[in-house]
């Protein structure tokens, strides 16, 4: 059928228009306006006015109401009178029936006013609320995805991280997207985002804090201990660990400590030349003195269900994993001291050494969450940074929705075949959680075969900076490639946390990434021809002025790293993009 048989021909030639810029743009909207699209054209029935449309599938209140703004302005410039909304002329056919002594009298019936938003109790979107409510209710206060995942757990029933259904997609984190639809939050910040209450969301969270079902956990949650406020930007000081060990001997050892060490390493100087490196004489630890151990992140879980699945099923399997909030990665293996004071008499603090395997675990769902996110690339940069050299990237392919599957797919495989080749890491594939926790048991009794019988060798931490600590390394392992050298657990964490460790060189990899086709490999050796973001302006700035300096600043990339070829070749169309951005060519 042609759009000029259709029966609302004015009506559908908007929404062919609007389509149309959709499609150009490559924006949300295309698929609301090809619903609305078909179905208007299929419809036999014409009307007159633009409201009447939300009876046909597709057309909601904002479509209706711009086509009815679209047909005043089309109305008045072709002198034509604009029609009566339905609304309206209901109102007119019930005054002269009510005229016309049809002898009933009809109540005027009230307006109804729109009920205040408030979210469900424990419910996604109430958890998100309260736990930004935590902060300070001023405009500098915001929290990221993971800041805000730990604060609002406590407040939901279901899982930010989990679907309570193994075979669905969305978690309590999907809440999200609502909130900001409502314009309850608002988020800020790339690559890493930010999330915080707007003036409407701060007035839902007092309405949350006048219920009675607020108020009577509440009251509960005041007799137990305080949980304390996030504190997003302050670095909390390093306490001692609590200890805590369950009685039963099969039960999962949990340790309570803080999330954060960041005074355990200090900042230092830039390290470029290798002579710059400190010289140390590594601590020994004999074998036979501590066991191997798996370090399991709180927040693994299977379903909000299921909360401890997989530390139960781990000691089935006969390891108990040590469960804590890790700063990097979900599992890791350490070596636990037998003696709690050894490390400490050799001027090392802790009692655990990190050793160089580390395990990042998404399910397929997540995987796909995280590649919309910017997760995943961020994830992968503090995989590399941190100097672990044996990463296992697992991937539970779990069954989900395959309509939703297949419009993620080729960016799945791409990302599966760029962890493998480009970063160098081993990935596995498990069918399901079940046999991730038999890989990990099968892993754990590897690694305890593996170090229980030789020495370790350990790097004071006194000697490392967050900015000399790739490097010395490196160096270590090009000259003692058959020597490991490892770290404490604290320094591991002081050195994996994200504010701890953002240097010059992070900062500067991590805005070149901000522009389209510029990957991590690009942007290392962007930084690696220019060290700092100064050197890189400064080098746009001596291209000099007028046409000629604009076509010199628009190659200057692409010409001087011409050398680079496969994956890292920068083309002449990105090197125009970066010089936009750069060098205001």
């Known amino acids: ?146 800041e805000l995942i730990e604060t609002a757990q406590p407040h939901c029933d279901a899982s930010f991280t989990a679907p309570s259904d193994p075979t669905k997609f969305y978690t309590a984190w999907s809440s999200m997207k609502t909130l900001m639809q409502k314009e309850l939050v608002y988020e800020r910040g790339r690559p890493l985002r930010r999330y915080a209450l707007t003036d409407e969301g701060w007035a839902v969270a007092k309405r949350i804090k006048e219920t009675s079902l607020w108020q009577e956990e509440n009251a509960v949650n005041e007799q137990s201990e305080p949980r304390p406020r996030p504190q997003p930007s302050a670095a909390p000081a390093v306490a001692d660990a609590v200890v805590i060990l369950d009685e039963e001997d099969d039960a999962p050892l949990i340790i309570n400590e803080p999330s954060f060490y960041h005074n355990v390493v200090s900042d230092g100087p830039i390290v470029l030349e290798g002579d710059d490196l400190p010289s140390f004489t590594p601590i020994r630890i004999p074998p036979g003195s501590f066991t191997v151990q798996l370090v399991l992140d709180v927040r693994e879980v299977r379903a909000k269900t299921d909360r401890d699945y997989m530390q139960e099923e781990l000691v089935k399997q006969g390891v108990k994993p040590i469960m804590r909030s890790l700063e990097l990665g979900d599992v890791q293996w350490v070596a636990k001291c037998n003696d709690p004071t050894l490390l400490t008499r050799y001027g090392a603090e802790g009692d655990e050494i990190v050793l160089d395997w580390i395990v990042e675990r998404k399910r397929l769902d997540d995987l796909i969450g995280s590649i919309k996110d910017g997760r995943f ?162 080098a746009f700035h001596a291209c000099g002025t007028g046409e000629q300096g604009t076509k010199r600043k628009r190659e200057l990339v692409a010409s001087e790293l011409s050398h680079l070829v496969g994956r890292r070749k920068i083309t002449k169309q990105l090197s125009h993009k970066i010089a936009e951005v750069w060098g205001d060519a």
């Open 377 to 538: 690339h961020e994830q992968k940069f503090r995989l590399n940074r941190s100097g672990v050299r044996k990463v296992i990237y697992l991937i539970e392919e779990i069954s989900m929705d395959q309509a939703a599957y297949q419009r993620y797919e080729e960016a799945v495989q791409s990302a599966i075949a760029s962890t493998q080749v480009v970063n160098g890491y081993f990935v596995k594939r498990t069918q399901k959680i079940d046999d991730t926790i038999k890989y990990l048991a099968r892993l754990t009794a590897m690694l305890k075969r593996k170090y229980e019988n030789k020495h370790l060798n350990v790097i004071p931490t006194r000697v490392i900076t967050a900015q000399n600590y790739s490097r010395l390394l490196q160096h270590l392992r090009e000259r003692e490639p058959s020597v490991g050298y490892h770290v404490t657990y604290p320094a591991f964490a002081s050195l994996a946390s994200k504010s701890e460790t953002m240097t010059l060189r992070d900062v500067f990899l991590k805005m070149l990434m901000t522009t389209k086709g510029l990957t991590g490999e690009r942007a290392l050796e962007i930084q690696r021809k220019w060290n700092t973001p100064y050197d890189f302006v400064k």
């Open 1 to 146: 059928m042609e759009d000029s048989d259709c029966a609302n021909p004015q009506f559908l030639a908007w929404v062919k228009e609007w389509l149309d810029v959709a499609r150009e743009r490559n924006s949300k909207g295309i698929t609301a306006y090809k619903n609305a699209y078909e179905s208007l054209k299929a419809c036999p029935i014409p009307f007159e006015h633009p409201a009447s449309l939300q009876q046909l599938r597709g057309f909601g209140p904002k479509l209706c109401e711009r086509l009815e703004d679209k047909l005043k302005v089309y109305c008045q410039q072709n002198g034509l009178p604009m029609p009566r909304h339905p609304r309206v002329r209901k109102a007119n056919d019930r005054s002269l029936n009510e005229q016309a002594g049809d002898g009933t009298e009809s109540r005027p019936k009230k307006a109804r006013q729109p009920k205040a938003y408030v979210p469900a109790f424990r419910s996604g979107a109430y958890a998100l609320i309260v736990g930004l409510s935590d902060l300070p209710e001023d405009a500098s206060s915001s929290l990221t995805k993971a």
